[in-house]
């Protein structure tokens, strides 16, 4: 079928035909868009997004003080330079997207408020079929495409995840989830308690301690942080020489991977050593007196979970100036004015903000089948945590969680569109990774080894997710620094792709 071909479905309606259907206008799909247009300018493609508007992440979360948790040197593309300080607000980021939509034409591609719910593909025809639902009319469309780039994130837009408590329907006040936040929400002068010790309740906390009577962040366990000033000492120094913000972005890019990937290794090679080093300007700030180790000492190792980059301490200087504070234990119930605690502490509250994460989604919440099979990403093996055996004309995006997600949205996009190219080349429309005879029977692991990275929200879902090798290339490896050489250069034609 050519590009712009269109064929009839059972309605008689014209039905679309893309090379390319991204899902997703999120970070995600708006890198991709720029490196198929820029790579492979004579596919043609849309990105299908069940959202009113572009910014996936950063569209759904709008709760006080939102702001990435990585800096936007490495966050933001490597194509579009970042001009603002390293961790940046929603909105900056928001505008920083629709910049790139800008300049790039790309919205005339996005398609908002549709929902794809399933996505079958036929060995026959070569090319998916896929239903959308429209969030604004109800109505079913029906889109084929030859090759799925998937972009749909890591967890579900529509709630995040609430564990029960008991009593929790007896609470007098509100609860709420900082991905559902209420626009009516009123936290002035209330008692507010935040159950989480991640990165949203890190943010939170410092957003809103001024206006409340107090906040309290109530954790089971602490977590690492990594406090920053939010300003980049390098690119402060070459914006004073006027050098071009493109260079710029590209040197203190470098300067900062380069950064963390010492960081990186030296928590993997001597973690308690890194663990002092983040622990110690939380000393500092708290001073002798405060028990860092019982509220910001974490049981796991450094990057055993995400590091949430703190700018300038701010959420430590709340808790050392009385308008927040921290209380490490465990939830028994709700009461009627807040929450009984197990050590029968009660905190007093006339809002409860459920900090707890999020419910992963395997690729989109869509119903997949092949050639009228219903497709399990469990029974999957992955090709480079991008690819999945049996699975024809499929890529996914999944970032890092160690490094900046948009890192891999970089790489990956230069590995399909070479990927596309070299079908092309060889007059092939269908690629499948296969697994060859010396790799049957391999060790299986995880999706991600949750010795080596373990937040909650993986932990939860690992059954439902693809499993890995024990070689290349079937290892999701989450390691810019090994990928950023593998990619480049992975042999499209070892034996693990099967093309037709
Ligand atoms: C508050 C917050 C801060 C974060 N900060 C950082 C950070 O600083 N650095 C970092 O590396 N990571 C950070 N992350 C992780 C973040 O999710 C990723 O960095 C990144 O935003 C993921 O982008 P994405 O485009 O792949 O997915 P998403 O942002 O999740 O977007 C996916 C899009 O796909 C759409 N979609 C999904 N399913 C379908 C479907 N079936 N049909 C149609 N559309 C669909 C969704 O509506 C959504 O718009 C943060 C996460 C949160 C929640």
Redesign the pocket.
């Known amino acids: 079928m050519t590009d712009t071909e269109v064929r009839p479905d059972r309605a008689d309606r014209a039905v679309e035909h893309f090379d390319v259907l991204i ?7 708006i890198g991709s868009a720029h490196h198929l247009r820029e790579q492979c300018p004579d596919k043609n493609f849309v990105i ?4 009113p508007s572009f ?5 759904t ?1 709008r709760y006080p003080g ?1 702001r ?3 800096d936007l040197y490495t ?1 933001g593309y490597r194509f579009k330079p970042w001009t603002g300080a390293p961790i940046a607000s929603r909105d900056e980021i928001v505008k920083y997207l629709a910049e790139v939509i800008e300049n790039e034409g790309l919205g005339e591609y996005i398609r908002y408020r ?3 719910t399933s996505a079958q593909w036929s060995s026959e025809d070569k090319y998916w079929t896929l239903t959308a639902v429209r969030s604004d009319t109800g109505e079913q469309l029906k889109f084929t495409a030859t090759f799925l780039w998937m ?5 579900r ?1 529509s709630e995040g995840h609430t564990p029960t408590w008991e009593g929790m329907d007896h609470f007098a006040g509100r609860i709420v989830h900082p991905q559902t936040w209420p626009d009516d929400l009123d936290y002035v002068g209330k008692r507010v308690v935040v159950i989480g010790s991640g ?2 309740a890190a943010t939170l906390i410092p957003a809103m301690a001024a206006d409340c009577a107090h906040i309290t962040m109530l954790q089971r366990s602490p977590t690492f942080f990594f406090i920053r000033s939010n300003s980049n000492e390098v690119a402060d120094m070459l914006r004073e020489l006027e050098i071009p913000e493109e260079w710029i972005h590209e040197i203190v890019r470098q300067k900062i991977l380069l950064d963390f990937g010492q960081i990186t290794q030296l928590a993997l090679d001597y973690p308690e050593l890194a663990r002092e080093e983040l622990l110690k300007p939380i000393r500092e700030i708290l001073g002798e007196d405060f028990d860092v180790d019982r509220h910001f000492n974490p049981r796991y190792r450094p990057w055993q979970q995400r590091i949430a980059v703190i700018p300038d301490g701010d959420l430590f200087a709340g808790i050392k100036n009385g308008k927040a504070s921290v209380v490490t234990d465990e939830i028994d119930s709700f009461t009627e004015n807040g929450i009984l605690l197990k050590s029968g502490a009660t905190l007093e509250a006339d809002i409860i903000i459920t900090a707890t994460g999020f419910d992963m ?1 395997v690729l ?3 119903d997949f089948s092949i050639d009228g099979v219903p497709l399990d990403f469990a029974n999957t093996i992955t090709y480079r945590g991008m690819m999945f055996t049996g699975v024809p004309n499929l890529l996914e ?1 999944f ?2 969680f160690r490094a ?3 890192l891999r949205v970089d790489l990956i996009g230069d590995f399909l569109c070479r990927l596309l190219k070299h079908m092309q080349e060889l007059g092939v429309s269908v690629v499948v990774p296969v697994l060859r005879d010396e790799d049957v029977g391999m060790e299986l692991r995880p999706w991600v080894d949750p010795e080596d990275f373990n937040p909650g929200y993986l932990t939860r879902s690992l059954q439902l997710l693809p499993r890995q090798g024990d070689r290349q290339p079937w290892r999701h490896a989450q390691n810019y620094w090994v990928e950023k050489e593998d990619l480049p250069t992975a042999d499209l034609d070892d034996g693990t792709l099967r093309y037709d």
């Open positions: 899902v997703g206008a999120g970070i995600s799909g299908l997004e069940s959202k910014g996936g992440t950063w569209e979360h939102t990435s948790d990585s966050y549709h929902t794809i972009c749909q994130g890591y967890y837009h990165a949203t989604n989109g919440d869509i995006i970032g890092y900046s997600w948009t």
